[in-house]
C-alpha cells in the first residue's frame, strides 16, 4: 500500500510540474554599453528599439506566430473576447446617451480616422456635429517621410470658439511627435510647425495662442536614449 502511494504521488508531482516546451525563436545578443549619468547599464536587446533592423521583423513574426497558435486553444478565448467586446460597447452606448441628453456635452466638431488601404496609412477627417459631410483634414502618408513607416495620433486639443485645432502624432511608436495646427474653417493646415513635441506634452488654448512643452532636440540615433530636456 506505501509503495502504490509513493508511485501515486510521484505521478501526480510529475503532472504537476511538467509544463510545455515552445520553441521560442532565438534573440540575438550585441555587447552594448551606454552610460547614464555616470551608471554602466548593458542592454544587449538594445538593437531591438531600431525599427530599421532587418532582424527585427522575422523576429516579431515568430512571436506572433506563437501567441497565434496558443491563443486559438485556450477554452474561453472566443467568450472572454466576446465579454470585452458587450462592455466596452454598452459603455459607450450609455455614454453616447448622456451626450444626446445634455446639451452641454455636445461637441461643435465631430473626427474620425479612417485606415486607407490604398495609401497604408490613416486619413484624419472632420465635420460639425450637425452635418452629414465629412471634410479631410490630412492624409497620414503626406506627413511620412519613409515608405513603410506608421502615423499615430497622440495628442488631439480643440479650441471651438477660435475654430482651431492642434493635433500631434508620431512615427512608429516614438514617444518623440510634432504638432499641426488647422484652420477648421477652411480645413487648411496653418504654416506653423510644432517640432520636438513629446507624448507628455501638453496643449493649452488661451484665444488664439496655443501654450505647449517642447524639449531640446535629441541626437541623430539617440532619440531612444537620452533624457529629454
Known amino acids: ?36 549619468f555616470g551608471d554602466t547599464i548593458h542592454d544587449p536587446y538594445q538593437w531591438m528599439e531600431d525599427p530599421e533592423d532587418l532582424r527585427l521583423k522575422p523576429w516579431l513574426e515568430a512571436q506572433n506566430k506563437i501567441t497565434h497558435k496558443l491563443s486559438k486553444k485556450q477554452k474561453y478565448y472566443y467568450e472572454l473576447r466576446g465579454q470585452i467586446g458587450m462592455m466596452h460597447y454598452a459603455r459607450r452606448e450609455k455614454t453616447d446617451d448622456y451626450k444626446r441628453r445634455d446639451t452641454k ?31 479631410r483634414l490630412f492624409r497620414g502618408k503626406d506627413l511620412l517621410e519613409k515608405k513603410g513607416d506608421h502615423l499615430l495620433i497622440i495628442e488631439e486639443e480643440i479650441n471651438e470658439k477660435e475654430n482651431l485645432l492642434a493635433v500631434a502624432v508620431s512615427v512608429n511608436g516614438s514617444d518623440w511627435a510634432t504638432a499641426y ?38 541626437k541623430a540615433g539617440r532619440e531612444l536614449l537620452d533624457k529629454a530636456k
Do not use: C
Open 181 to 218: 495646427i488647422y484652420d477648421l474653417r477652411t480645413g487648411k493646415q496653418i504654416p506653423h510647425i510644432l517640432k520636438n513635441v513629446r507624448r507628455q506634452s501638453s496643449f493649452q488654448w488661451n484665444g488664439r495662442d496655443l501654450y505647449y512643452s517642447s524639449y531640446d532636440a535629441p
Open 105 to 135: 456635452l455636445k461637441a461643435k466638431f465631430k473626427f474620425k480616422t479612417d485606415w486607407n488601404s490604398y495609401t497604408k496609412s490613416i486619413d484624419y477627417s472632420y465635420k460639425l456635429s450637425d452635418k452629414k459631410n465629412w471634410t
Open 1 to 36: 500500500m506505501k509503495y502504490f502511494s509513493f508511485i501515486l504521488l510521484l505521478v501526480i508531482g510529475l503532472s504537476t510540474y511538467s509544463q510545455d516546451i515552445y520553441e521560442y525563436p532565438q534573440t540575438p545578443k550585441e555587447e552594448i554599453v551606454d552610460i547614464y
